[in-house]
T-cell receptor, first 112, second 107 residues
């Protein structure tokens, strides 16, 4: 296992389009997190899964955002009707109950 | 919610200098990590340190959980140490980040 993998690495989309990002966690990790990071800021928590259950969602996650982890393995984050304010780096992390969290390389979204 | 404050926000040093980065948190935490974010945006794990002291080469970290702070020490800085250093605390199944310290090491 080579770590947390995110795809795509970069995405440019027109305002109003839908986008979907994928995260493949470290295989033995049951916890998966999504974060958003804008320029000059620290990563902000979006949502968290334990196995396939989505246990918490930030109020930053508007109804245009949805995340799934269908079989407790990979996860997807979808943004509908993208807005320019959605431009950011989207980061995924995984961990187990007793281990540190590892982050993927991120997906950089640009909405034009 | 819990607040995580990092200081200083920016630090400029000559190569070879030592530095200390601080992380204060407002409530008890389950755990704490230090990360280095590289120029491409990836967060690199440095330390997973709920309490005590750990060392890895030129880097070491100390967390005093009872006093709600952690320190990251970088000795004999190199230009490759440049970047943003984040402290992140584990609380209620979330990982909460500070705003980071941006370190510039000049050759």
């Amino acid at each position: 296992d080579t770590g947390v993998s995110q795809n795509p690495r970069h995405k440019i989309t027109k305002r109003g389009q839908n986008v979907t990002f994928r995260c493949d966690p470290i295989s033995e990790h049951n916890r998966l997190y999504w974060y958003r990071q804008t320029l000059g800021q620290g990563p902000e928590f979006l949502t968290y899964f334990q196995n396939e259950a989505q246990l918490e969602k930030s109020r930053l996650l508007s109804d245009r955002f949805s995340a799934e982890r269908p079989k407790g393995s990979f996860s997807t984050l979808e943004i509908q009707r993208t807005e320019q304010g959605d431009s950011a780096m989207y980061l995924c992390a995984s961990s187990s109950i007793t281990t540190e969290a590892f982050f993927g390389q991120g997906t950089r979204l640009t909405v034009v | 919610g819990i607040q995580v404050e990092q200081s200083p926000p920016d630090l400029i040093l000559q190569e070879g200098a030592n530095s200390t980065l601080r992380c204060n948190f407002s409530d008890s935490v389950n755990n704490l990590q230090w990360f280095h974010q590289n120029p491409w945006g990836q967060l690199i794990n440095l330390f997973y340190i709920p309490s005590g002291t750990k060392q890895n080469g030129r880097l070491s970290a100390t967390t005093v959980a009872t006093e709600r702070y952690s320190l990251l020490y970088i000795s004999s800085s190199q230009t490759t140490d440049s970047g943003v250093y984040f402290c992140a605390v584990f609380r209620d199944d979330k990982i909460i980040f500070g705003k980071g310290t941006r370190l510039h090491i000049l050759p």
